[in-house]
């Protein structure tokens, strides 16, 4: 990889809230959003069910990796982090 490139993918998701109770929530199953993997970006990409924080620290329910050319990358809002919390049982819930 050239100098200044980095690892680009798709990041479609759902957006996430919380209930009452602090349990994450799919918002709309129906709406995806697509963001990408950053040059800033924190943390490791785990795979769908993963859960990641916009720029705005929204959180998003991953639940599919698309690969990316790094020329195309602009077409994409980066995401801001990772997280290490992946909930599967909310990605199965979603199809």
């Known amino acids: 990889m050239a100098k200044g490139k980095y690892e680009t993918a798709i990041l479609t998701g759902c957006l996430l809230e919380e209930d009452a109770s602090g349990h994450l929530l799919v918002k709309d199953r129906q709406q995806e959003h697509d963001?990408?993997?950053?040059?800033?970006?924190?943390?490791?990409?785990?795979?769908?069910?993963?859960?990641?924080?916009?720029?705005?620290?929204?959180?998003?329910?991953?639940?599919?990796?698309?690969?990316?050319?790094?020329?195309?990358?602009?077409?994409?809002?980066?995401?801001?982090?990772?997280?290490?919390?992946v909930q599967h049982d909310l990605l199965a819930d979603h199809h």
Not at 35 to 55: A, N, S, V, Y
């Open 35 to 85: 963001w990408r993997i950053g040059k800033h970006t924190k943390g490791q990409l785990l795979g769908p069910g993963q859960i990641f924080l916009t720029e705005k620290n929204q959180k998003v329910l991953l639940t599919r990796v698309t690969p990316l050319s790094f020329k195309d990358r602009h077409d994409f809002q980066p995401i801001g982090r990772f997280t290490k919390e």
